[in-house]
């Protein structure tokens, strides 16, 4: 491995059958202080107080899990940031924060899916899947399937929402390499046997799939 574990050795790639790729981050850029920046306009508030406000809290994850619908985050949101703003308002501002492609990875895509089945895997909710799945449809092609956090009721980095996605594959975890840009979800891949790249630049996706690429593994 390289400094601090990130990446995964040739010699325990060599087992791979599947790729599992996390998209925010990884594939498609994304910044929820955009998100931040539309409410503050929105509201005619301080930037930097709805920034300190915004966390990322239970209500957030039961939106990801599928268990609440969008009105009803919303209307968490409004308290948690305390604006006075509608739901189509927040859904505005919810959905200001994509990057754009993050075209290292974008283009390795094509490549990866002939050399190995190519899945993801992503933290969503029916609001944020509506947005990217059709901003991003013609660059996540190559995938065959995209595990949505939302539809499964499980989300990363649950030992159960990847053991189901190895169990709907055909593949064992040992044999699946998956690549996230959150320490925690690499952590938790692994501690059921799934190799994980921890993706902090995106040079570290190229560097794990390069050995397959050079020498046709």
């Known amino acids: 491995m390289t400094q601090e574990g990130r990446l995964v050795v040739s010699d325990d790639m060599k087992s791979v059958d599947a790729w599992l790729?996390?998209?925010?981050?990884?594939?498609?850029g994304i910044d929820f202080?955009?998100?931040?920046?539309?409410?503050a306009i929105a509201a005619g508030r301080d930037v930097d107080?709805?920034?300190?406000?915004?966390?990322f809290d239970d209500t957030c994850e039961r939106l990801e899990r599928g268990?609440?619908?969008g009105p009803e985050y919303f209307a968490a949101l409004r308290s948690m940031l305390e604006?006075?703003?509608?739901?189509?308002q927040l859904a505005v501002g919810w959905?200001?924060?994509w990057t754009g492609p993050i075209q290292q990875v974008v283009d390795l895509l094509p490549a990866m899916a002939r050399s190995r089945p190519l899945f993801a895997f992503t933290n969503t909710n029916v609001t944020h899947h509506m947005a990217w799945s059709s901003l991003y449809a013609r660059i996540l092609q190559p995938f065959e399937r995209i595990f949505l956090s939302c539809n499964m009721g499980l989300r990363k980095p649950e030992a159960e929402a990847f053991a189901a996605i190895a169990n709907d594959i055909g593949v064992p975890l040992e044999r699946i390499l998956f690549f996230d840009d959150t320490e925690q979800n690499v952590t938790g891949a692994r501690a059921v046997g799934m190799p994980a790249v921890w993706v902090r630049p995106p040079t570290d996706v190229v560097k794990a799939f390069m050995p397959y690429l050079e020498k046709g593994r």
Do not use: C, K, P, Y
Request: charged share 30%; hydrophobic share 45%.
């Open 95 to 97: 959905n200001e924060i």
């Open 33 to 39: 202080e955009l998100a931040q920046a539309d409410w």
């Open 83 to 88: 604006v006075d703003l509608s739901d189509d």
């Open 49 to 55: 107080d709805l920034r300190q406000r915004f966390t």
């Open 67 to 69: 268990q609440i619908e």
């Open 21 to 28: 790729l996390d998209l925010g981050n990884v594939v498609i």
